[in-house]
């Protein structure tokens, strides 16, 4: 069975420096890693994935996440955080080798980039 | 390209109502899918058409929650009767052909 945690409710920031969203996985097959972000009354938005090839992923919005396998997480992060990105991070991961699964969420984690 | 959308955005209603939710996928996304997020806790699969057809609906919580994909395209989601504990944020999300669920803005449910 597949699982994510997300071991911090609440991050908080200062604008400016770098921020940091971990996520952990366990899954049986080949993980499939997603990041989420949504933002007040707003629906859930794709940030980023992992499915092969390099480690290091880029997305939307300045976001980056690494995919470390050995130590089975895919930790959210991004250089300089601004006010805007204050929101709630979800992180999701489902087994690549079925097509069509669902995701497996993590409980999500609020992010405050305090000004 | 329009984006998943649901309808209503807010629904309240009394305890033994009955709701239906919609959800209009991206235009040509046979995979769509059900979520919920109850009380601020984890996001669960409720069920995964492929287009018309049920593909896993492992994730229904029971007996009261009726979901169609008529024609493979919107679907409609029913609760009935509705419970308290049924209270929460119903997602909706599709895909077609790559491993990226795009996400509707979600049906808040209120049951009082």
Wanted: glycine share 10%; hydrophobic share 30%; aromatic share 12%.
């Amino acid at each position: 069975a597949q699982s994510v945690a997300q071991p911090e409710d609440q991050v908080n920031v200062a604008e400016g420096n770098p921020l940091t969203v971990k996520c952990t996985y366990s899954v049986s097959g080949n993980p499939y890693l997603f990041w989420y972000v949504q933002y007040p009354n707003r629906g859930l938005q794709f940030l980023l994935k992992y499915i092969t090839g390099d480690n290091l992923v880029k997305g939307s919005y300045g976001f980056e996440a690494e995919f470390n396998k050995s130590q089975t997480s895919f930790h959210l992060k991004k250089p300089s955080a601004l006010v805007s990105d204050s929101a709630l991070y979800f992180c999701a991961v489902r087994d690549g080798a079925n097509y069509g699964q669902n995701f497996v969420f993590g409980p999500g984690t609020r992010l405050s980039v305090l000004p | 390209e329009a984006g998943v959308t649901q309808f209503p955005s807010h629904s309240v209603i009394e305890k033994g109502q009955t709701v239906t939710l919609r959800c209009d996928p991206i235009s040509g996304h046979d995979n769509l899918y059900w979520y919920r997020r109850v009380m601020g806790k984890e996001i669960k699969f409720l069920l995964h058409f492929v287009k018309e057809s049920k593909q896993d609906e492992s994730g229904m919580p029971n007996n009261r929650f009726l979901a169609e994909r008529t024609g493979g395209t919107y679907s409609t989601l029913k609760v009935q009767p509705a419970e308290l504990e049924d209270s929460g944020v119903y997602f909706c999300a599709s895909s077609q052909g790559t491993d990226t669920q795009y996400f509707g803005p979600g049906t808040r449910l209120t049951v009082l």
